[in-house]
């Protein structure tokens, strides 16, 4: 990945899709996709706190800050993050004014 495609990633917001369920677990939670009927574990409480905090973020940056994930961390979060928006369980959010 270079850095500019991680710049951009960061830069940009997402939110968890809104066909998507997550189901608390000891572990973190199980994310559901009732369209694609995908099932993910997302296996630490963080990244759960973090994917439901996505969307009152502007950009991933923010929300990696306001759920003070340390930046060394960083780079394992965004790797969960994209795996995530390949199996669509987060979507990139609208822009202010778009229409789905």
Known sequence: MSAFSEEAFL???WALSPSVALRPEPFGALAYHFGNRRLT???RPELVELVRGLAASDSIRGALSAADVPAQQWPAYLK???GLAAADMIRPQLASGATP
């Open 11 to 13: 830069s940009e917001g």
């Open 41 to 43: 574990f997302l296996k």
């Open 80 to 82: 969960a993050l994209r």
